[in-house]
């Protein structure tokens, strides 16, 4: 697993959906701000680990996911372990995060 490119991808692709969101260095990873320093819009964040890359959604439960893809039981957040580059684009992460662009912009609150 190349950690780095994975996570230079994710930038990339968030920078693209969401381009006036921030970045900040929180939990041990990157979590990210639909308004710079307003805990209450993040919408979700990476994790880098020792075989894989966490992407994290703040309130991943509520994201169209027919395929299943998303992983976690939790009360609100979900996540997709990526351990390539390519993961990116065959588990959608696209998609899921322009989701959770939406929903926070529309009133979905949640912490990464």
Do not use: W
Request: with cysteine; net charge positive; proline share 3%.
């Amino acid at each position: 697993m190349d950690a780095k490119e994975i996570t230079q991808a994710i930038d990339r692709l968030v920078s693209k959906i969401a381009p006036t969101c921030t970045k900040r260095k929180m939990y041990g990873g990157i979590v990210f701000e639909a308004v710079s320093g307003d805990p209450k819009s993040r919408f979700g964040g990476y994790f880098v680990y020792a075989k894989h890359v966490g992407v994290e959604f703040s309130n991943g439960v509520l994201l169209d996911d027919p395929d299943g893809i998303l992983e976690g039981k939790g009360k609100a957040r979900r996540h997709i372990k990526l351990t390539t580059v390519q993961e990116i684009e065959t588990k959608r992460l696209a998609d899921f995060v322009s989701q959770a662009v939406k929903l926070q912009a529309s009133g979905g609150t949640g912490q990464a």
